[in-house]
């Protein structure tokens, strides 16, 4: 995927993850849990992600290691645009 994709995580996560850190201070593999992101946070970032791609997180990836970081994200958006292009 794409770095604006990447862009575009970083700037939801600014928006909706209430992190406790700057997210521009993270790499892509950092814990966004350990940087301050809640459980309830993760699914605000989760809706702002299907709302910014229109894709619906299927069942089998709402667990808390789908959104720990930002590479997590962005492979699973790039799974499911994958699986959307086939199905």
């Excluded at 966004?32 to 992600?49: D, F, P, Q, W």
């Amino acid at each position: 995927m794409s770095s604006t994709v990447t862009d575009s995580i970083r700037a939801l996560l600014a928006e909706h993850a209430r992190l406790g850190v700057d997210v521009a201070s993270l790499s892509d593999t950092d814990d966004l849990y350990t940087a301050g992101m809640t459980s309830h946070a993760s699914v605000t970032v989760m809706l702002a992600c299907e709302d910014e791609w229109d894709v619906e997180f299927p069942q089998q990836m709402l667990k808390k290691s789908t959104f720990a970081s930002i590479a997590n994200i962005r492979a699973a958006l790039a799974e499911l645009e994958v699986e959307g292009a086939s199905a």
